[in-house]
């Protein structure tokens, strides 16, 4: 079993997270900073430039000053803790870092005023770097201060969405991840996570979804997901597009409506759910649509997605009405 943080990563590009730009990216691109996949290192591999490593690495410095990148979130969030990843590096990576903040309608500008989110902290080479950070409300830009210069493989921001604003009659994707949709645990996830399921867009190679081993006895693989936000749901989607020989038989969806329900209970409760969608057919490299088919439970906060007997979904979307949520006072307005 597979019990997956709470917190997401809204500086993963495979969310929508952007590197606006860096003061200098001579060795190392900074796109690679927000890319979802874990840092490799291919000895031998080298482009013009010099050994090509697998983050974002400025030149060496010979003068004042500290190198930098500016970051859109994927979404509006609350931050929690940063993860400034060195993996690989070890003789070219920053002797410290820092980050700064800010809450914008629009891109940072030369008159953005940057707020200290994290202040400058020694790293250590081929490491995971994490630290704690202050709550400061919601953010949408991260600028990533590097001193003097060097490479980070990674930068991994893990927070909360901003909450889902009920727009009247609008239906939502209750379980998007830009929503503050969860995957809390799943059985399995040999090939694939099954927090990609909840991701945007389509996943245009088959380890960007859900992806379990072939099972060997009686059963079936499931993964428990939280909404962004309690609500009824009108229309479930289950698109198994990249997987063509190993897409689940058929997929049902339990649900309940369990706010306050601890996570060590959500495993053994969710057997016991009421059924949401009752069992489908799938079809390989398809997009299932359903929404006759699903009960009228009322609200619900969670849903267990079941597929039988194993195999791989490329997304899961779940259609719905948000109940009305109280905006903190510090939120409003942003």
């Known amino acids: 079993m597979i019990v997956y943080d709470s917190a997401l990563n809204v500086a993963s590009a495979a969310m929508g997270a952007v590197a606006l730009s860096a003061s200098d990216e001579f060795f190392g691109s900074r796109d690679r900073l927000l890319s979802h996949i874990d840092p490799v290192f291919i000895p031998g591999k080298y482009d013009d430039n010099g050994k090509w490593m697998d983050g974002w690495e400025s030149r060496r410095k010979r003068g ?11 979404c509006p969030a609350r931050l929690q803790r940063a993860d400034i990843d060195t993996s690989h590096f070890t003789g070219n990576y920053p002797k410290a870092a820092g980050l700064e903040a800010a809450c914008l309608s629009g891109d940072p500008d030369e008159a953005t005023v940057w707020m200290p989110l994290l202040h400058p902290v020694e790293l250590t080479g081929n490491s995971h770097n994490i630290h704690s950070l202050p709550d400061c409300g919601v953010v949408t830009h991260i600028r990533l201060n590097i001193y003097p210069d060097g490479g980070v493989a990674r930068l991994r921001l893990f927070g909360t969405p901003r909450p889902v604003r009920n727009g009247g009659d609008g239906v939502v994707d209750l379980a998007a991840a830009l929503n503050g949709g969860r995957a809390l645990v799943c059985n399995d996830a040999h090939f694939g996570d099954a927090r990609n399921l909840l991701l945007p867009g ?16 009686p059963g079936n693989d499931w993964a428990i997901i939280a909404l962004g936000q309690a609500g009824i749901i009108e229309r479930i989607e289950v698109d ?3 997987f063509k020989g190993n897409y689940p038989d058929s ?23 009421q059924e949401l969608l009752p069992s489908q057919k799938l079809s390989p490299h398809s997009l299932h649509s359903f929404s006759d088919q699903i009960a009228a439970l009322g609200p619900v906060s969670h849903v267990r997605f079941n597929v039988f007997p194993d195999g791989g979904v490329n997304r899961l979307r779940l259609f719905g009405r948000p109940l009305p949520q109280v ?3 510090q939120e409003q307005g942003q």
């Open 64 to 74: 004042p000053g500290h190198d930098w990148c500016i970051v859109r979130l994927a």
């Open 202 to 217: 389509v996943g245009a190679r088959m380890e960007d979804g859900w992806e379990t081993a072939r099972r060997r006895e």
């Open 240 to 242: 198994t597009h990249q």
């Open 251 to 273: 997929c049902s969806l339990q649900a309940a409506f369990a706010p306050d329900l601890p996570a060590a209970a959500l495993v053994p409760q969710s057997l016991f759910w």
């Open 327 to 329: 905006v903190p006072e």
